[in-house]
């Protein structure tokens, strides 16, 4: 300092107030991000909103897994659709596959709700085996050998389930293992959605 | 001003698209015809690339359409190829993903609603540089006036010599 | 026994908790009793930390070793069939070794730094100390509470699972280990800069000491991001070395803020500028080290290779890192400005203002990078949108950045201190940069068409030109004066200035890889075609012939591997061997490329679907100049190493001189 004589109060005070503007800035930033953070650990990284939420129903019309039977979406207008994409090689469907079963039985009988399963990339006899294991759905499933109903319903990865209103559109999607819980939400809002 | 962003950006993700990209285009049509076994990647591959190099593997997460080997991946090349056979453009097919995937399966967030953000972003980050330059040297410059130059002609040390090992010494005494 | 082996190595990790506490208490009481015996015992308290986290790693490996599967972690992470040399890097397998040895390496990296620096900096050491046990405690109640390696079950499984196949890999074996060990050794450092900000002065040994270790941390995280490099290029089977995925840039954040400091401490060595900022520098870098724990394993950001995300970790490593930041940062908006010297930088062109250029740059691309890498988890929490930010965003937008830096890779480090003028600039310039629009126009003609690879190539040229003309100038001068031969005079200077010709290794170094990544971004040719034996590709100046392909069995996996011969134009041949390999115990496939490796390029194959009767998929490609990034990364290896084999300097004290205001205050 001493050398330096002509580091004057003014340029002190100057130096202090440069530091005075990125102090509130580092400050800033760091509460931004902490907040980010903090919001980004409460929430489900694999929830991936899909833009088919409100708009119309893929109308498929496919064969029935171990029947000569073809099945089309717009068959069941009327009616709410639950759409279940499975597959005998995923391992999340296992987990959910008593609550299809219970749900199905317990829904189904009132007329009001349409259960569907789409058996995606698989080939019939894994599928029958893994039911035959499990349960078999009281409901038809459709195939979807190569995976191409998957694709149009914007599936990332099974179990991936779609519920459809009485009019054909999509109300509501849900990716990974259905719950009791989760189902009768969804269920509501397919019945709310016009 | 939104219309002026907008150019801007369109303009520099024009000039700043990698090569690769374009030059994968013109790769080896050069290979003779006298050998009939030789193997040429055909357009519609060259196509398929450059569509699903865009496109995010919707469970790799980290990886393009193209370059990843899930089975996901597999089919929407398939997908694609077929719609590349049936005369689909480039952007019919994003679109077409786009419509059931969201933007997330885009490799780029789109240059649509709040994204020029994370495009004006850089810019913003060099002009505030720039200024904080400008200010920093401007006052420097004007320290240096007036200062003789000469003051610390010569070697290159720094005025702050001081050690902690003398310092605590000093503290001693 | 082998179940009191793992019992013996939680004890000693718990016994060293209690210890990191008792060192710290102690390193504060010192402060305020001013009992040296204090400060004594937390160092010999450090010591005992690393031997004691010693023994709780190596209990670890051995439980690997001897297939102890009544460890849990060992049964998670190995197999009986697994080879020993994985069954030694399963260690860092997963979440929980992987901690433990991010302990390890604190608790050694704290013993060192107490023990080398102990005389050198006895007012630092309390802080010092404090910080680095501090850091210590948060690891090991993490490692105690919430991921516990040492857990055993009872009985024992039969069997582990397997190590994760990607794992078993050379590359993948020792890319981790060098990157936690760059990432901490960032602890030293920011230790300092606390001990800094808390004395209000950074001296002479504080330069020196902060250089050293951020040199040494920055020299093991380049070589962890270069080998993480390297095996993504082997086994990824992607063609290419880096895919901008965030856990790449998570490593490559404190990277750039941490070449940012190692050029800025420059300034504050020579003309004692930036003093305020170097310290922000290192704890920001350090800071960032910590964000990219926090991201890879909170499962914040999905990502190729996110680990097994668990919110109640993430939440802990999140407030581990609030605060750290907010007393490292806190203390620095509190006290920074005690550190501000009387000067500024003086000119727009002089070697300080050139290492401001370069501060921002490396400053703005880390931006950069964490906007990008960040932006789509802001979206998603403002918005609830999902998007992707990936390689195409960051390709666009770093290219200009890295372009500059690259421009002032050649200017800086030739101009001189203080104040240069335009006069002098273009005497050194001029034909370094004739040079280089020289190279730029012939690369046009030769096929350099993107604007960008011609800048880059023209640039690359002339910071070339400007170095070795430099060097040549300061060569032939020192001749004439000593009338010695060039090599002597040559090795004469370089002796006397280890730190200036080992910085320009590191920039040859850099160069060298720039070169390699010019040539693999922008000349590469990729072609996938369906093959059936007997029909050929071209891929470069190669013509590539497809034989057949046959089953295999390896130790823990079976395979599908395919045969093709190469050959060039001038008539050699070869065989290169791409594999589709299927682990059997965790179901998983991964292709494995086969790689002819020259100086010009690599020929690369990866096998897709087989379609029957030997035919499949087949993607080739040609990676010219790949092994240059490889070999350049040698080169900076080098210059590192040149650079630290000189001595520190010895700080002769100088008992005339008055303490400065700041050790008063």
Known sequence: MTTHPQTTKAQKAETQKTVAWWQFALIGVMIMMFILFAAGLGRDSKFIPSPLIGKPAYDFNLKQLGAEKQIKLSDYKGKIVVLNFWASWCVTCREEHHVLLESSKAVQPSGKVQFIGVNSKDTDKAAFGFMDKRGHFPYPSVIDRQGRLALEYGVYGMPETFFINKNGVIAAKHIGALTHKILADKLKQAEALQ | ?173 | MSGSLIEIGLGATSLSLIIAIASMVLAFLSLYRGAPSFLHSARHGMILIAVLTTIGCFTIIWSFVIKDFSVLYVAQNSNSQLPLLYRLTALWGAHEGSLMLWLWYLATFSAIAVYVHWKSHPLSMPYVIMTLAGLQIGFMVFILFLSNPFIEVHPALPDGRDLNPLLQDPGLAFHPPTLYMGYVAFSIPFAFAIAALARGQSGREWVVTTRRWTLFAWVTLTSGILLGGYWAYYELGWGGYWAWDPVENASLMPWLTGTAFLHSIMAQDQRNLFQTWNVFLVITTFALSLLGTFLVRSGVLTSVHSFAADPGRGAYILGFLVVVSVIAYGLLVWRGHRLIGPHKVSSLISRESALLYNNLLFVAAAIIVLTGTLYPLAIEVLTGERVSVAAPYFNKVMAPVMLGIVLLMGLGPLIPWRKSSYKKMQQQFTIPFGLAVLIAVVAYFLGATDVIAMIAIGLVGFVFAATFMDIFGAVKAHMKVTERSWFSSLSILAGNNQRRYGGFIVHLGTLVLIIGVIGSAFFKEEATVNMKPGDQVVSGPYTLTYKTIVPQKGPNYTERMAFFEWKKQDGTTGTLTPSKRNYPVTQTVTTEASILSTLVGDLYVVLGNEHGKGEVTTRVFWNPLVNWVWIGWMIVLLGVLFAMTKRAPKIVSTPNKKPTEEVMA
Request: glycine share 4%.
């Open chain 2, 1 to 173: 001003m939104r219309f002026l962003i907008a150019f801007v950006c369109i303009s520099l993700s024009l000039s700043l698209a990698p090569a690769s990209l374009f030059a994968a285009e013109t790769v080896k049509d050069t290979v003779s015809k006298k050998e009939p076994e030789v193997k040429v990647e055909s357009e519609l591959e060259k196509k398929l690339r450059f569509v699903a190099s865009m496109l995010r593997c919707p469970v790799c997460q980290g990886e393009s359409v193209y370059d990843s080997h899930a089975d996901v991946a597999v089919e929407m090349k398939r997908l694609i190829r077929e719609k590349i056979e049936a005369g689909e453009t480039a952007e019919e097919i994003l679109t077409y993903f786009k419509d059931r995937y969201g933007n997330f399966v885009l490799m780029e967030p789109p240059a649509e609603g709040l994204h020029w953000v994370i495009w004006v972003f850089p810019i913003f980050m060099a002009l505030l540089g720039g200024l904080f330059l400008f200010q920093n040297l401007r006052t420097g410059a004007k320290d240096l006036q007036q200062t003789k130059l000469d003051d610390f002609d010569g070697q290159e040390t720094t005025d702050d010599n001081s050690s902690e090992v003398s310092d605590i010494k000093e503290l001693r005494l």
